[in-house]
């Protein structure tokens, strides 16, 4: 009976250890559907960088007779398929903002030649919703510059 004493003891003991070192450990943050959809809402902001890249290149080598209309339309019509596949959370101005901007600017499939709305109208006042949206959950409008000579 002594050794069983002894063992429960010592069980008894180390559960002990164990529940104050649970005690005092931090708590485990969950992620709240807030954080997750601001999480989200960064993202899609970071992606439609990527869209203004395209734009903006395509746009300069038209303006600096590097490129022709027709090449520039192709890219808007890349913009706009890589703008379609932006994942938002659905709810909130940068959701409603690149919502806006697939409105007026729906991605074509592959191979179809027709002419993008980029530069519409709808087109910036879309992206100026996105730029302010995108400002609120701390993501600044960026393009990257890569055409030029």
Do not use: H
Not at 42 to 51: G, L, P, T
Not at 78 to 94: E, K, P, W
Request: some cysteine.
């Amino acid at each position: 009976m002594g050794r069983q004493v002894v063992r429960v003891s010592v069980a008894l003991i180390g559960a002990l250890a164990l529940a104050g070192c649970a005690a005092n450990a931090e708590p485990v943050a969950s992620a709240s559907p807030t954080s997750t959809a601001s999480s989200v809402d960064r993202e899609a902001c970071e992606a439609s960088n990527d869209v203004r890249t395209i734009v903006a290149n395509a746009d300069v080598g038209v303006s600096d007779g590097r490129m022709a209309t027709q090449e520039q339309q192709g890219w808007y019509r890349v913009a706009a398929r890589v703008l379609d596949r932006v994942q938002t959370s659905g709810d909130g101005a940068v959701s409603d903002a690149i919502a806006a901007l697939k409105e007026a600017a729906p991605a074509e499939a592959p191979g179809a030649m027709g002419t993008v709305a980029i530069g519409s109208d709808e087109w910036n006042s879309g992206l100026q919703l996105l730029s302010d949206a995108c400002d609120d959950v701390g993501v600044e409008a960026a393009i990257m510059m890569f055409t030029g000579g």
